[in-house]
């Protein structure tokens, strides 16, 4: 068993049923068997799951894990797939889709269920006049998957904002709530992303009351030269309309975003690159250590807007991998690994992935 690093709004509704139904409280929970995975992933790529099955509370997700212990299969937690990248033999196991729903303001306070698509909790706290998410606007998945990977754009991350996350655990079958703290939030990273099968998010809580724009980011600097006040509306749209630009449209065309992490290396490994790269820039993070955009060094090693077969580097970002079309998760694979090559070969820098590959 394993938990998914992404997930996403999608709700799925299965239409055939095997004949392996779950007796809950007097009903049964439906599981379907062999359903293709690839078309529930933004990367629109992968084979089908053994099983799988919508859950729509805790009930129903504490019988998706006995079924699967009682079976002697492996699980993977699934939302939207905008994060990962599946096999092309699937999944060989239980694949469990929440479906929690609900969106709770209070004070300034809000709670989601895990299955909320992200982007409606933004516009919905944007709506009620909060600057505090406007900047992760626009970005596909779930409200459950946010912590997982502590998401973050234009100079936000949600663990900055995050009260506590409620997660299942599956071995004891028991709600749980995990403390801002607990979380261990850090640059792409959460104790939730190194879990395992301990930890499944359920719901999130987030603190809005830092109700205030961030207008630090270089891009968003820019947008606002003239308007120094922008309302919270005017933030989002801005951070859309910068996103669309650089990202293209998942509902055309297959891909997972960003596909590496941008590295934190110290400052004297940045002294040394800045001579074959003059104008790469860093930020500061903590002590001697700085992060780079690795984007900037993949572009200038010739990779952005190449094709490598039905898979390639995006023409507007290098750092997005696009399904041209019949794409494979060999093809993705073969691609990845020949950019983190190239990257260690020029800089001596070993990039890690940020969209996890479920095989």
């Known amino acids: ?11 799925i509704r299965l239409l055939f049923w095997s004949s392996h139904p779950l007796a809950i409280a007097g009903r049964k929970m439906k599981i379907d068997r062999n359903v293709e995975l690839g078309p ?9 799951a053994s099983y799988f099955v919508s859950v729509n509370n805790i009930e129903e997700l504490r019988e998706a894990f006995s079924f699967a212990e009682e079976n002697n299969l ?28 609900g969106i709770t303001f209070n004070g300034n306070e809000v709670s989601a269920g895990a299955g909320e698509s992200w982007d409606k909790l933004v516009l919905e706290s944007v709506e009620r006049g909060y600057y505090t998410l406007s900047n992760l606007s626009n970005i596909p998945g779930s409200v459950g998957a946010a912590p997982v990977q502590n998401i973050g754009a234009y100079g936000v991350s949600i663990g900055d904002f995050i009260e506590n996350v409620e997660v299942f655990c599956p ?3 028991k709600i749980k709530r995990v403390s801002n703290k607990d979380c261990k939030f850090s640059y792409r990273d959460s104790i939730f992303k190194n879990s395992g099968n301990n930890l499944v998010i ?6 809005l009351k830092e ?33 669309c630009k650089k990202f293209p449209d998942i509902k055309e065309t297959g891909t997972a975003g960003s596909f590496f992490k941008n590295p934190i290396i110290k400052e004297r490994k940045y002294i040394e690159l800045k001579e074959k ?6 930020y500061k993070t903590d002590g001697k250590l700085v992060k780079i955009p690795i984007a900037y060094i993949i572009e200038r090693l010739g990779f952005k807007g190449k094709n490598d077969g039905a898979v390639g580097v995006y023409e ?3 750092l997005v991998l696009i399904n041209n079309k019949n794409a494979t998760f060999k093809d993705v694979n073969r691609l990845s690994k020949k950019i983190i090559q190239d990257v260690k070969e020029k800089t001596g820098i070993e990039i890690e992935k940020e969209v996890t590959f479920v095989n």
């Open 316 to 318: 507007n970002h290098s």
């Open 1 to 11: 068993m394993f938990l998914a690093t992404a997930s996403g709004g999608t709700h």
């Open 74 to 101: 492996s699980t993977f937690i699934l939302g939207g797939g905008s994060n990962i990248l599946v096999a092309d033999e699937g999944f060989n196991g239980l694949v469990i889709h929440p479906v929690f729903c």
């Open 211 to 243: 109700n205030k724009p961030n207008l630090l980011y270089k891009d968003i600097t820019n947008y606002f030269k003239e308007n120094k006040n922008p309302t919270p509306k005017e933030l989002r749209d801005a951070v859309i309309s910068i996103r």
């Open 171 to 173: 071995k004891e079958k």
């Open 202 to 207: 359920t719901k999130v809580k987030i603190n």
């Open 40 to 48: 529930l992933t933004t990367f629109k790529i992968g084979g089908p």
């Open 277 to 282: 790269f003059p104008d790469l820039p860093c």
